[in-house]
Nanobody, 115 residues
Framework: QVQLKESGGGLVQAGGSLRLSCAVS????????VRWFRQAPGEERETVAT???????YYSDFVKGRFIASKDHSWNTVYLQMNNLKPEDTAVYYCNALSTGTIYWGPGTQVTVSS
């Protein structure tokens, strides 16, 4: 199994930055990709960024040029650097991991951007 725990959320003014971390533990060698998602109140959960084991990174259009995803070498921690934050970025941010056909989720961390 794989366990995930997000941290780094908080309250920030528009234009500010936050760095989220996703601590990954368990059977790390089975993880093929980690994704960042977010869910705003009343909205569906949406993909923010995807990092594959090979190091390929994909972003959703609404964060391109503002957010940067990265990971350490061993998958222990995955990061999401969020710059130039906007009020519409307010959401609960989650990371998940794909491991041998199973998806594992963290509990999420709240990000609130004030105007």
């Amino acid at each position: 199994q794989v366990q995930l725990k997000e941290s780094g959320g908080g309250l920030v003014q528009a234009g500010g930055s936050l760095r989220l971390s996703c601590a990954v533990s368990g059977r790390l060698f089975t993880v093929s990709a980690v994704r960042w998602f977010r869910q705003a109140p009343g909205e569906e959960r949406e993909t923010v960024a995807t990092i594959t084991r090979d190091g390929d990174i994909y972003y959703s259009d609404f964060v391109k040029g503002r957010f940067i995803a990265s990971k350490d070498h061993s998958w222990n921690t995955v990061y999401l650097q969020m710059n130039n934050l906007k009020p519409e970025d307010t959401a609960v941010y989650y990371c998940n991991a794909l491991s041998t056909g199973t998806i594992y989720w963290g509990p999420g961390t709240q990000v609130t951007v004030s105007s």
